[in-house]
């Protein structure tokens, strides 16, 4: 079964406008974690936020939110004022309980208009 | 602080013919990944060292490819002999054991062909 799961192929923003990436998750631990990850075209993985299960808090870093809905199983990410450099993959990604490895999803391409 | 390093950035292969790729973690990070992307997917795990041992390597596909993290710094990966569907991205990521979060750095990657 899929762990993670990104429905939306790609997204079109006009700069300075939010934009919202869909991430649900698949896990039965109880202990786990959710990134977001951008992916430009240069190739590099660029760590973004992180979200763990017991945070009560949704996460922020700068203009990046973390939609956290723990009972849907869900970890949205919101950019928020976007910017033509925010054109890139995103990806959501989970590690599960004490493991180091992280699962990913599909990926969500946007692309910001001027 | 110098990030992850690999190389090279591109290479083009003919198939059946053997290919490897270098990664360079950051300095201190005992953890070291390889990831497989295929183009529009998202990463997946080939392999994970721990220093120089080798934790999990359950979807490294052993007939073909070959991993080494001699003296558990640098990495390399190989694959021997190269097919079609080898065609993707290498990604190299390393973590520091005492992460609080835990998030993997990753390298630029190495974009294979094989024609």
């Known amino acids: 079964a899929q762990k993670i799961t990104q429905t939306q192929p790609g997204m079109f923003v006009q700069e300075k406008e939010a934009v919202t990436l869909d991430c649900t998750y698949d896990?039965?631990?109880?202990?786990?974690?959710l990134f977001w990850y951008k992916q430009p075209s240069s190739g590099e993985m660029i760590f973004l936020i992180y979200q763990g299960s017991y945070d009560e808090q949704n996460a922020t870093e700068g203009r990046y939110s973390l939609n956290f809905q723990k009972a849907r199983k869900s970890a949205n990410l919101v950019i928020s004022a976007s910017q033509l450099g925010d054109s890139a993959m995103y990806f959501c990604?989970?590690?599960?309980?004490?493991?180091?490895?992280?699962?990913f999803g599909a990926g969500t391409t946007v692309t910001v208009r001027a | 602080e110098a990030g992850v390093v690999q190389s090279p950035r591109y290479k083009i292969i003919e198939k059946k013919q053997p290919v490897a790729f270098w990664c360079n973690p950051i300095s201190g990070h005992n953890t070291l990944y390889w990831y497989l992307q295929n183009l529009g997917q998202g990463p997946e795990l080939l392999i994970r060292?721990?220093?120089?041992?080798?934790?999990?390597d359950s979807q490294l596909p052993k007939d073909r490819f070959s991993a080494e993290r001699l003296k558990g710094v640098d990495s390399t990966l190989k694959i021997q002999p190269a097919e079609l569907g080898d065609s993707a991205v290498y990604l190299c990521?390393?973590?520091?054991?005492?992460?609080?979060?835990?998030?993997?750095?990753f390298g630029e990657g190495s974009r294979l062909t094989v024609l």
């Open positions: 060292y721990e220093n120089e041992e080798a934790v999990d």
């Open positions: 990521a390393s973590s520091p054991r005492q992460g609080v979060v835990g998030e993997l750095f």
């Open positions: 990604a989970m590690r599960e309980g004490h493991d180091y490895k992280l699962s």
């Open positions: 896990t039965s631990d109880q202990s786990y974690g």
